[in-house]
């Protein structure tokens, strides 16, 4: 028989060794004659709680009553009852005497009286905790009573424990038994372990042993009585001693008092029914209450209501109580958000309350959520976690950015949203110094050179002012290959003021990267043309740097006089303005095309920023290019092949040999030299020559061509600007233009969009048309008119 009933509690083994579980120190209070204990999985170390009963035999009424509490556990399951997970019976013997024990494994649980002396909660949060917790424990006496015809038989403090979410459930099974109203006849106990209940928790009925009036009565008047000795303890704060505590209300709340005395009326039939207490009770209607309730139901929410809810939750986690929120609130809506049930805004919400955790608590309850939310299509959802970025972003790892984050966040660089791309930007402020140099290098770079020649304004200067706050961490190649054509070749000649402003801020701020021939031959050639820039804030800005880098140059003229050549190499003297940039524009869409309109009207009418638009322009207003630029014809003559004017991207060509038109230009990288521009007078005469064809109107045409072709460019360029970032320069090469003045025009003519085309013949081009609709039959009224002739004569 004892093996029999070992076999029904799930027992297997001889005793506690047998067990997949550490049981730890035990908690100094339990129901009955249990002991609960903490324990751990000898799998992976998780928490559980392991309930232990011992008697002298097996035939031990405790025993027995503990064999029933476990079957009883392990079949009847509830969000609000205890979660079993295992049980074993284990049987000792210390010479003559033997011992049994009975093991039951629950999820980590803690006595109710503990939990609450460790919260410490009072006034308000106390009652908004109370309330909370009565009614999970009314739902789970109405679950049983109602749904399963189940009376517990003892419903007090100590059967009540708390999770680690603060939740509280019911448990103490042993007294459990059907409720059998329907056999009025049956004289015998209704709760066959009714014995192991205290005194003090029966009721009137129940310590006459009146089964026939219990049969009679509701099947929750037993369990209703139960409830009502539970808020009695709970609220005073002490262990009910007799039953005539029970009429001591002081310490009762008054929203609560009338339904108190309902659960405690001497006639059973008459008792509150739990499910109307947790339903009807003006006590339950509480903030904290409401917003659990919420949560636990948003999967049967509109849209609308979780847009309204997730809005107002920031400033409702603040007036509930603080452990409830990191330990309820907290992973409920993590998880929500995690299976997409909740709306955008909960992103606020949830970075707001786990800004009053730990750093480690962050990183392992947060920060996971975080991370996965990355991944999500919703265009709202990846639009919060950008503009929160500086909340959590140094609490990335370096392998979870490079790995699992960036990813997702490049997808943002080409997104058909302005506003998401300028967030994706700014964004990499905080990422970039996570990125490894191979992402950097391989990925970052080449988005941010098609940002810097976005349609966005606001954008492209952002794009700039990030370049240099992010130049330290670049490496010294891309540095060399990467800074100086960004920030002169694009930044100083876009036709936006603040971006100018913004490229001359950034060469400032990472002079300490350039050396001095460097400063001297390709910075501050770009910066003295913006000294008449039509912007006064550009035209300041420069005045300052010209000051800063004269001083460096200056500095290496005093080495060198002094005998040390080890200036001669780098620039990289300490100076002010070394500092982080701050972004030029707070809003894309108020700061964006409207403030544009201005500084557009005055740059393209500014002769330094013409040669950057188109080719064309390039050319036909060299008239007015050539007075601001202070090299000489012979200076020109000297330096090596120019940029190619068809070109607006001054970060150079890719490795795999793409827009090989434009052959005359080197690696974008190293040789760059964006002050030079080709001869005029060759290229003049090309044009020349051109218009001298039998064009009607060459300039309309020329004219509405010109605008067409930076746009061809830009699409080639956008290809794949950054490819070459570590390449060689491309091998071919082709010839500039001023060294064809007078070849033949071909297909290849760059200048043939502007020219009519050639005609087919040069012989007869009036003849031809003298006659009107000229038809194949030419050579026979030629020959006529030969004959006309010879008849003549």
């Known amino acids: 028989m004892f093996k029999f009933l070992k076999g029904v509690v799930a027992g297997s083994g001889s005793g506690p060794n047998n067990l997949p579980y550490n049981i730890g120190e035990p908690y100094s209070s339990a129901w009955g004659s249990w002991t609960h204990s903490r324990g751990t999985s000898k799998d992976d170390g998780s928490p559980v709680s392991i309930f232990s009963l011992s008697g002298s035999n097996a035939n031990d009424g405790h025993l027995a009553a503990g064999r029933n509490g476990v079957k009883r556990l392990r079949t009847v399951r509830h969000p609000n009852i205890l979660s079993f997970l295992h049980s074993t019976e284990a049987e000792t013997s210390d010479g003559s005497t033997s011992k049994v024990t009975i093991y039951i494994v629950t999820e980590p649980v803690m006595p109710l009286s503990e939990k609450i002396k460790e919260l410490g909660l009072e006034g308000t949060q106390r009652d908004e905790y109370y309330a909370w917790g009565l009614h999970r424990i009314a739902k789970a006496v109405s679950f049983l009573n109602n749904d399963c015809k189940l009376v517990h038989g003892n419903v007090c403090l100590a059967s009540v424990v708390v999770t680690q979410t603060l939740d509280w459930k019911l448990h103490a099974f042993d007294v459990l038994s059907e409720f059998d109203g329907n056999s009025e006849a049956s004289t015998g106990p209704m709760l066959q372990y009714e014995w192991l209940v205290g005194a003090q928790y029966k009721p009137m009925e129940m310590s006459k042993s009146d089964w026939a009036t219990i049969r009679k009565s509701p099947p929750w008047s037993i369990d209703s009585w139960g409830l009502g000795c539970l808020i009695y303890e709970l609220f005073s704060g002490m262990k009910l001693s007799k039953t005539e505590e029970l009429r001591n209300t002081a310490s009762i709340p008054k929203s609560l008092l009338p339904d108190y005395q309902r659960l405690l009326s001497s006639m059973p039939s008459r008792r509150l029914n739990s499910s109307k207490l947790a339903e009807n009770s003006e006590y339950f209607q509480n903030k904290l209450v409401d917003t659990i309730h919420f949560m636990e139901i948003l999967n049967l929410k509109d849209s609308v209501e979780k847009d309204t809810f997730f809005r107002k939750l920031p400033n409702l986690a603040e007036q509930l109580p603080r452990q409830i929120v990191l330990k309820k609130l907290l992973p409920l809506l993590a998880s929500s958000l995690e299976f997409g049930s909740a709306a955008a805004p909960a992103l606020t919400a949830l970075l707001k309350m786990g800004s009053w955790l730990s750093p480690e608590e962050f990183s392992s309850k947060v920060l996971p959520t975080i991370v996965k939310l990355f991944a999500s299509n919703d265009r709202a959802i990846r639009v919060g976690l950008l503009q929160h970025i500086d909340q959590y972003g140094e609490s990335l790892s370096a392998q979870i950015v490079d790995e699992q984050v960036y990813p997702h966040v490049v997808t943002g660089f080409s997104d058909t949203s302005a506003f998401l791309r300028e967030l994706t930007l700014k964004s990499m402020l905080v990422l970039a110094p996570k990125l490894s140099q191979r992402t950097i290098s391989g990925s970052l770079l080449k988005y941010l050179s098609k940002l810097q020649v976005d349609e966005e304004p606001a954008i492209r200067t952002n794009t700039t002012i990030l370049l240099g706050n992010i130049a330290s961490y670049l490496n010294e190649g891309t540095r060399k290959r990467v800074l100086i054509n960004a920030f002169t070749v694009r930044a100083l000649r876009d036709t936006f003021s603040p971006a100018r402003g913004a490229g001359i801020m950034a060469l400032c ?285």
């Open 509 to 793: 701020a990472t002079s300490s990267t350039y050396d001095v021939n460097e400063v001297a031959t390709r910075i501050l050639p770009n910066i003295v043309v913006l000294t008449i820039d039509p912007d006064s804030d550009v035209r300041s800005k420069a005045f300052q740097a010209i000051d800063q880098f004269l001083q460096i140059v200056k500095q290496y003229h005093e080495k060198t006089n002094a005998g040390d050549s080890t200036g001669a190499a780098s620039g990289a003297i300490p100076l002010p303005g070394n500092a982080l940039l701050g972004w030029a524009m707070s809003s894309l869409t108020q700061k964006g095309k409207t403030s544009e309109q201005t500084p557009l009207a005055s740059a393209n009418s500014s002769a330094p920023l013409t040669p950057v638009v188109s080719s064309a322009s390039s050319v036909m207003d060299s008239s007015n290019i050539m007075p601001v630029r202070v090299s000489s014809s012979e200076d020109i003559a000297d330096q090596p092949a120019p940029v190619s004017p068809t070109s607006t991207d001054g970060w150079g060509e890719l490795e795999n040999g793409l827009h090989e038109e434009h052959g005359s230009e080197k690696d974008g990288w190293d040789d760059i030299e964006p002050l030079e521009e080709p001869k005029p007078s060759p290229a003049l005469a090309n044009i020349q020559a051109a218009q001298k064809r039998p064009v009607s109107q060459p300039k309309p045409q020329g004219t509405s061509l010109q605008p067409k072709n930076p746009v061809r460019i830009s699409k080639n360029e956008d290809d794949d600007l950054w490819g070459s970032i570590a390449a060689p320069p491309p091998k071919s090469t082709s010839k500039p233009l001023n060294l064809k003045p007078n070849e033949k025009v071909d297909n290849d003519d760059p200048w043939a969009a502007i020219a009519a085309p050639p005609p087919t013949t040069r012989a007869k081009p009036l003849s031809a048309g003298r006659g009107r609709a000229a038809k194949p039959a030419a050579p026979k009224l030629g020959a006529q008119r030969i004959n006309r002739t010879s008849s003549g004569m």
